[in-house]
């Protein structure tokens, strides 16, 4: 088994030895690109909010380019530092305000309870397929205001871009493509039937002024919803996963439904659905624990290795519900923290919440968990149980 197979199966042994070693290394990607791994929890936190780390491609020496993405898909948050990326998370932070995902919380929960209707009371099913993925499908486009008509396959989509096939060559390509063509379409539905959803909004903030150029809005909409679809969905499967595999903690879960904001941080730190933080460039040699970077060079920061840092969570390698998980790294920090990190909490307290209640026989399963393959994130391909 080589290092990215290992990486998959479990990356925490390995960013155990990683950090064990050594704060920083340098690493070589699969695609032979070059890189400085951040590991420990100290360093990728003060990494996460230091200016001199920026999001923009044009501060590679190398020439980092990422997925290839067409300008208007690729003028989007992921690449933009300050004032491009204040002016426009601005824009779009009012819809994911602590107030706002309030208001969501009676929606989600229909939502959830329709999912899990049919599944009855006892027998087997696959929770991402079944419930973890159309829940967070559908509360992503109910908030930005995508018809039912538009509802297609963005797991397939973020999938190929994430997890390539290597015997499907193209197949990353043909998703960009089919993306830019739904966006497209999308955006000229929208103008042409505005109405009260952000995606609307957005629209007449572009069409009455400046604020956006049509690159940034379409971009914009590409990353609210496939980041908002991505990241909820692994992080309700993850969590979901990780307590079938701890019955202890799920007892008491069930017992006390009052821990489960405090179990849901606490499953976030545990098995986030991020193992590296978007990938950063120096803008001027700097130094990260004790080694020096040079300008342009790429910086990756381990998420998951911070999370699992003895030197900041006792015993890390033990799920707690009862731990006190505050300052996890698992949605980020500083301006880059999860533009809906309240909208993924809510949803994921929401979905477990109505699961245990809905599936007091809730077991893992005899099929082994299909974990993509992926070095960047921590995400399933199905959840098999049975209840």
Same mark, same amino acid.
């Given at each position: 088994m080589d290092a990215a197979d290992? &990486?998959?199966?479990?990356?925490?042994?390995?960013?155990d030895r990683l950090r064990s070693a050594s704060p920083v290394h340098?690493?070589?990607? +699969? #695609?032979?690109?070059?890189?400085?791994?951040v590991t420990r929890y100290d360093d990728v936190r003060q990494a996460l909010i230091d200016p001199r780390l920026s999001l923009d491609k044009r501060n590679s020496v190398d020439g980092y380019t990422g997925f290839?993405?067409?300008?208007?898909?690729?003028?989007? $948050? $992921?690449?933009?530092? +300050? +004032?491009? !990326? *204040?002016?426009?998370?601005?824009?779009?932070?009012? @819809?994911?305000? +602590?107030?706002?995902?309030?208001q969501l919380r009676a929606p989600i929960q229909k939502a959830a309870?329709? $999912?899990? #209707?049919?599944?009855?009371? !006892?027998?087997?099913?696959?929770?991402?397929?079944?419930?973890?993925?159309?829940? @967070?499908? *559908?509360?992503?486009?109910d908030l930005l205001g995508v018809p039912d008509r538009h509802r297609v396959d963005f797991g397939g989509w973020t999938h190929a871009l994430l997890a390539p096939d290597p015997a499907r060559p193209t197949a990353a390509r043909d998703a960009v493509a089919a993306m830019l063509a739904f966006f497209?379409? &999308?955006?000229? #539905?929208k103008r042409r039937r505005p109405a009260d959803d952000l995606l609307s909004? $957005?629209?007449?903030?572009?069409?009455a002024g400046d604020a956006l150029s049509e690159d940034e809005l379409m971009s914009l909409a590409f990353l609210v919803l496939v980041a908002g679809f991505e990241n909820t969905v692994h992080l309700i499967g993850n969590a979901v996963l990780t307590l079938v595999q701890h019955p202890e903690q799920l007892a008491l879960l069930r017992e006390d439904p009052t821990r489960l904001p405090d179990a849901v941080e606490e499953l976030a730190r545990f098995e986030g659905p991020a193992l590296l933080a978007i990938r950063r460039f120096a803008t001027e040699d700097l130094v990260l624990g004790g080694v020096t970077v040079p300008a342009g060079q790429t910086v990756l920061l381990s998420l998951a290795a911070a999370n699992r840092d003895p030197a900041r969570f006792e015993d890390?390698?033990?799920?707690?519900?009862?731990?006190?998980? *505050?300052g996890h790294l698992a949605l980020g920090l500083g301006i880059h923290y999860c533009l809906g990190a309240a909208l993924a909490r809510t949803e994921a307290e929401i979905a477990l919440q109505t699961l245990l209640a809905r599936l007091p026989g809730l077991q893992a399963a005899d099929v082994e968990p299909r974990w993509r393959p992926s070095l960047r994130s921590r995400s399933l391909t199905a959840l098999h149980v049975s209840y």
């Open positions: 290992d &990486l998959v199966k479990d990356p925490y042994r390995v960013y340098p690493i070589t990607g +699969p #695609d032979g690109s070059r890189a400085w791994l290839a993405l067409p300008p208007a898909l690729d003028a989007n $948050l $992921l690449n933009m530092d +300050p +004032p491009d !990326h *204040t002016r426009i998370r601005r824009l779009v932070g009012r @819809a994911f305000t +602590p107030s706002r995902v309030q309870d329709q $999912l899990l #209707d049919p599944l009855g009371e !006892h027998g087997r099913a696959d929770l991402i397929a079944s419930y973890a993925a159309p829940l @967070a499908i *559908t509360v992503i486009c497209t379409e &999308l955006l000229a #539905d909004d $957005l629209i007449r903030v572009r069409d890390p390698d033990r799920l707690d519900i009862g731990r006190d998980a *505050t």
